[in-house]
């Protein structure tokens, strides 16, 4: 049987924003998802001060997915603690962490093509040389089912959980189902007001084993989420607001689908993508349908990385 372990939240100043990492208290302590290149330095290390506890004590770096805003600290970090952490990512965001310009060919072959900013390029070279903090290649590459030991009894199961990004992971650990899903868990996006998720099938399908396969005592999430009313959930919530939580993002995403099927295939025989002068061309009924009044440029863009989605999943050829 796991022993109790502590889990604590360590906030990260940026900007008008806070994000989120958290320690998992274990004999070989981790910490879950780095924010940005600033974060180790100036969130994490008096974060943990505060608990009487060092940065140099933690021995593993468990990375959630492969956004900049959760694996850009990852080298500061793995600097900070001596090199002696070990850095975990899924196969398929590994990419992410050893390549800056990964995240750029990411846009460049999404969201720009909606966004259509001349300067996009330029603008994501630059955002990912500020915020990534080094390139480096993760110590474990993990494709779901594994087990990881924090020493003595203190285990973390590995859940692969696509859909927000193609190597989404949800860390457990065992014995106290508390559940780390970063940004898997959408409810109605954050500052944005849009979840944001690159395939809506896998989406769906990781929601439903959440809520009803490993079915968590606590779950932490990314960012504070907000519900359809734009009020945030807390980071960390108890079993049966998690279980609301996951319950509403499979409800939003049901709308968001139904709309974005309805506007693929609005014209018959065709997908029924027509450029229009909408800032939300050419997605821009499903925005007039959603009542979706929010800037979809302003990135990450959940709006165009979802529809984007959609517009793949039910138009391959338009």
Not at 181 to 203: E, I, K, L, R, W
Request: aromatic share 8%.
């Amino acid at each position: 049987m796991t022993q109790n372990v502590a889990i604590h939240p360590l906030v990260s100043p940026w900007g008008r924003f806070g994000l989120y990492s958290f320690l998992i208290d274990a004999p070989e302590p981790a910490i879950v998802d780095t924010g940005i290149a600033t974060s180790p330095a100036e969130g994490m290390v008096p974060e943990l001060e505060k608990l009487g506890r060092s940065i140099e004590e933690v021995r593993w770096i468990l990375l959630t997915h492969g956004h900049i805003d959760h694996l850009g600290g990852a080298h500061a970090l793995w600097e900070l603690t001596g090199r002696q952490a070990r850095v975990v990512i899924h196969e398929a965001d590994a990419d992410f962490l050893r390549s800056r310009r990964a995240h750029v060919d990411e846009f460049l072959t999404g969201r720009q093509q909606y966004i259509q900013d001349p300067e996009g390029e330029a603008r994501q070279l630059a955002a990912t040389a500020q915020v990534i903090s080094g390139e480096m290649e993760p110590t474990l590459t993990v494709s779901g089912g594994e087990t990881i030991s924090l020493g003595g009894d203190v285990t973390v199961s590995v859940h692969h959980i696509p859909g927000h990004t193609d190597g989404s992971v949800a860390y457990v650990v065992d014995g106290q189902d508390d559940v780390f899903v970063g940004d898997a868990v959408q409810v109605h996006g954050a500052a944005n007001h849009f979840p944001g998720y690159v395939d809506p099938v896998a989406y769906r399908r990781s929601l439903e084993y959440l809520r009803d396969t490993v079915r968590p005592e606590r779950l932490y999430l990314g960012h504070p989420y907000r519900t359809t009313e734009g009020v945030p959930f807390d980071i960390g919530m108890d079993a049966a607001t998690a279980r609301e939580a996951l319950q509403e993002s499979l409800d939003i995403e049901a709308r968001v689908g139904a709309a974005a099927r309805r506007c693929m295939h609005a014209n018959t025989g065709g997908s029924g993508l027509q450029g229009t002068d909408s800032p939300y061309s050419p997605f821009a009924s499903v925005a007039e349908e959603l009542g979706y009044t929010g800037d979809p440029t302003l990135e990450p863009s959940p709006f165009f990385t979802t529809l984007h989605g959609y517009r793949t999943l039910y138009a391959p050829e338009g």
